[in-house]
């Protein structure tokens, strides 16, 4: 079985096609060789759009002749028990057509390239006419409780749901593509009584190495003198091996440990991925709840790519979440799909909904307008959880920490008053020590100039010398039509005895990319900052940062001279050293010495523009 | 924290401001939401939409909050709309339907400007209706067909009597240009012979020609008579 997810290559999918064409040209021109494939939608599309019409015949000849069978999955390969039902069909039913369509073909068999399964899937892939599905050998041997080689194929039944199961190894798709020599007597552990064994193989997403594999695969099943069929003709040969009551998979290739045992655990692990599916599913109750017919279908067709694996995997390099670049694809495909629904719902002024946003038990509130939103965490420190641009189509707080939190920006702390270096500073700011991030209660101030979210609460304070008590008052200040927004402090010292040190607020932004320089200005002279060394200045009053290849202008000014910290913010890369730019750090901050039960304010203008 | 306790949704378009409240609201929510819809209608705009289809409530306390916060909107000179389609709230809301303006949706309340006006003015036709003897309606029906033909023969009669001028006008013209042709032929026939000194108009050389009155006249004799 041969599997392709372009996800990881939406960039040269032409050229992927390209090669691919030959590849399948190769397999078919071998008359040993009879295989089941699986190709996403956009891959399909790519395909039709370079194929020739000789070669698309000798494709549906192949798949009329039983040479080849191809598999169903959802349009954008999604790991469908994250999603709703109605998008799980709908992702299901819109790959089916467009194979039927471009190929002529019916597909009898489900994948999904996460190879992820969660109970209640047996009733959708029932509805959606398919009558088998390839799960993780690891799966069925847990829900069999063996540890022994398990071939053939199962029975799954729920609520009334029935469908084949049919589990693939592992264990000899590796050895296989690893060139291992004892392939063969790890299949004969599979094949005894006249059974089969389904290897899987990835197709390579590098265009140059495509024709390559499958002439290595010729090859191997040539000079092995190896039987093969399609997944179809095996399932439907063969007698079943027996029934399963509960099959769960936490899949593969997703960058959880094999403690998993579900998919979910991605959501909990990574705050990104959380973010990015609960984003989702916040703009489909929305758009589910407004809009019905051609409208609905329209915003629907926005919002499906968000639905591509790329978005759920915590892997490095281009393959997972890990990477800026997926991270910010993730905001542009979600961003232009909430612009898809604004337009389609006529969508003006402000929104402030106080709701469980992220799932998690707690209320917090995402505040909206035609050009931009926020999500604003009162239950820790008022921070921002994110902050989108439509303009750009990004999301400002996009950047990665390793430990697993989530970035945020107005994180607020008060740094005690010692002597520090700009890298003894980025040190602290890293750890997160001296957060002022207890719960605040908040208010909704509706006037003529805008919306405020008042927020108001008690704050401690806690050094190795001195406690302290604040009551701090944070005003965000948004308006109905534009970027830009004004957040306000006043601070009183509730302690009868004074307090000495730095209150500043934290941003982690996920703004510029490695190898730009000179992009940052400080009262409208260019810095110079090198990205490498973080960079203190002292006394500015206005900061200005330019990302060129974002397409956007991000600009702070302060109501008095402010120390301006920036950084950069490093994460691990796949050979574990912390290269991987990751975004930039920012912290203003002013020498606040409180006396006591004194009152400190200060006040920060923010706007973004385009470029 | 007692904000915590409620999902609420605020869509503020300047002068239209929509509140959505979610969930079961029992005793419990019931402080919150006072909070909230007292703090919320008490800034800029003039319609208050209150959503509350995703709302169940548990305690009849609401009823008097909605009465409330009604009292609140209309000392700022705006309107509150509740909007909700369920049955389960219309029956909550039954004893006080004729005080609340309910609607399904925004979009209805919006459409229901028109139909309001219509619905007034039929009120108002409906009052002052009066009722006729068949007998009499009879002979006022025929009068009135009578009229109508009557003026349809007068319309036909008129509209043959213009066609008719219209095609004397037409004669009329045909005729003058005709006549205009004529004259050009001739004037374009004599031109050589006027040219030559031949032709002179006699008309204005006469004796009398210039002479309209009597006066003149006499002026004219004594000034012959004067240079004789």
Redesign the interface.
């Known amino acids: 079985m041969l599997q392709m997810s372009p996800s990881t290559s939406y960039e040269n999918l032409e050229a992927i096609a390209r090669n691919l064409l030959e590849g399948l040209n190769v397999l078919l021109n071998s008359e040993q060789l009879k295989c089941s494939i699986f190709l996403d939608g956009p891959m399909i599309e790519a395909l039709s759009n370079v194929a020739k019409p000789l070669m698309f015949g000798k494709i549906q000849n192949a798949i009329s002749n039983g040479v080849l069978e191809f598999l169903g999955g959802g349009y954008y390969d999604p790991m469908l028990p994250l999603f709703p039902e109605d998008l799980q069909m709908m992702q299901l039913e819109l790959h089916r057509d467009y194979l039927k369509k471009v190929l002529g073909a019916e597909p009898q068999g489900y994948f999904n390239s996460s190879l992820v399964w969660e109970p209640g899937m047996a009733d959708i892939l029932e509805r959606s006419r398919f009558d088998y599905a390839l799960v993780t050998e690891a799966a069925v041997q847990d829900a069999l409780g063996r540890s022994t080689p398990v071939s053939g194929w199962f029975t799954l039944e729920d609520r009334g749901s029935l469908i084949r199961i049919v589990p693939v190894s592992e264990t000899l798709s590796k050895a296989i593509a690893e060139d291992n020599l004892a392939w063969r007597s790890i299949a004969e552990s599979y094949c005894r009584g006249g059974k089969s064994a389904i290897a899987f193989f990835d197709i390579p997403s590098e265009p140059t190495e495509i024709v390559d594999f499958f002439g290595r695969l010729v090859d191997f099943v040539e000079t092995n003198e190896v039987q093969t069929r399609t997944v179809g003709f095996a399932v439907d040969q063969l007698e079943t091996s027996g029934s399963i009551s509960f099959l769960v998979s936490a899949g593969r290739n997703l960058g959880l440990p094999s403690t998993a045992r579900t998919c979910r655990e991605l959501l909990i692990r990574r705050p990104e991925i959380n973010l990015h599916h609960k984003t989702f599913l916040n703009l489909y109750r929305r758009g589910r709840s407004v809009l019905s017919g051609k409208k609905w279908l329209e915003f629907c067709r926005a919002l499906l790519p968000a639905m591509a694996p790329l978005f759920f995997r915590d892997l490095f390099n281009r393959s997972g979440m890990r990477s800026m670049m997926v991270r910010k694809r993730s905001n542009r495909l979600l961003i232009t799909a909430s612009q898809v629904l604004d337009n389609l719902t006529g969508f003006?002024?402000?929104?402030?909904?106080?709701?469980?946003y992220l799932l998690r038990g707690?209320?917090i509130l995402f505040c909206e307008n035609p050009e931009s939103s926020y999500l604003l965490d009162c239950r820790l420190g008022g921070a921002l959880r994110a902050w989108n641009y439509k303009g750009a189509k990004m999301n400002l707080v996009n950047s990665w920490r390793d430990d697993g939190e989530p970035s945020f920006a107005f994180l607020d702390c008060l740094l005690p008053n010692v002597d520090f270096t700009p890298v003894k500073l980025e040190q602290m700011l890293y750890d997160r020590k001296h957060l002022l991030a207890d719960?605040y209660?908040?208010?909704?101030?509706?006037?003529?100039s805008g919306?405020e979210i008042l927020l108001d609460e008690e704050q401690g304070f806690d050094s190795v010398e001195r406690k302290a008590l604040f009551r701090i008052k944070k005003v965000f200040t948004f308006q109905?039509d534009a970027a830009k927004f004004t957040v306000s402090y006043a601070i009183d010292n509730l302690a009868y005895v004074n307090t000495k040190g730095f209150f500043g607020t934290i941003l982690e932004l996920g703004l510029l990319s490695r190898g730009d320089v000179n992009k940052v200005l400080i009262d409208g002279n260019n810095v110079k900052w090198n990205m490498m060394e973080p960079l203190l200045y002292p006394d500015g009053q206005s900061l200005e940062i330019r990302d060129e290849k974002g397409g956007c202008v991000f600009r702070m000014a302060f109501d008095r001279p402010t120390s301006i910290f920036v950084g950069s913010i490093f994460g691990a890369t796949s050979s574990a050293a912390p290269q991987a730019f990751q975004g930039i750090r920012v912290f203003p901050f002013w020498n606040a010495p409180f006396n006591m039960l004194d009152r400190k304010a200060f006040k920060i203008s923010v706007s973004v523009t385009k470029r | 924290m007692r904000a915590d306790l409620i999902d609420i949704q605020v869509e503020d378009r300047g002068e239209e401001v929509e509140i959505s409240l979610y969930g079961i609201l029992g005793e419990y929510q019931l402080s919150a939401v006072r909070e909230k819809l007292e703090m919320l209608v008490r800034g800029p705009g003039v319609f208050f939409f209150v959503n509350l289809q995703n709302a169940r409530f548990t305690t009849d306390a609401y009823r008097a909050l909605f009465l409330e916060i009604l009292n609140l909107v209309k000392q700022q000179k705006a309107t509150l709309i509740l909007i909700f389609e369920n049955d389960e709230l219309r029956a909550y809301f039954e004893r006080y339907k004729n005080i609340f303006e309910i609607y399904r949706s925004r979009e209805e309340y919006r459409k229901s400007g028109l139909s309001k006006q219509v619905h007034l003015v039929g009120l108002h036709y409906e009052k002052r209706s009066i009722s006729l003897s068949p007998g009499f309606a009879v002979s006022v029906a025929l009068f009135l067909i009578g009229w109508a033909i009557t003026l349809f023969v007068i319309v036909v009669g008129q509209g043959r009597e213009i066609t008719d001028k219209q095609a004397q006008i037409t004669a009329l013209e045909s005729q003058k240009a005709r006549y205009i042709r004529e004259i050009d032929r001739l004037e374009s026939a004599i031109g050589p012979m006027r040219k030559l000194g031949v032709v002179q108009d006699t008309t204005l050389l006469s004796s009398f020609g210039a002479i309209q009155d009597w006066v003149t006249y006499l002026e004219y004799l004594e000034k012959n008579r004067r240079e004789k």
């Open positions: 003006s002024g402000l929104r402030v909904d106080v709701c469980d707690k209320k719960p209660d908040y208010r909704i101030l509706r006037s003529e919306t109905g």
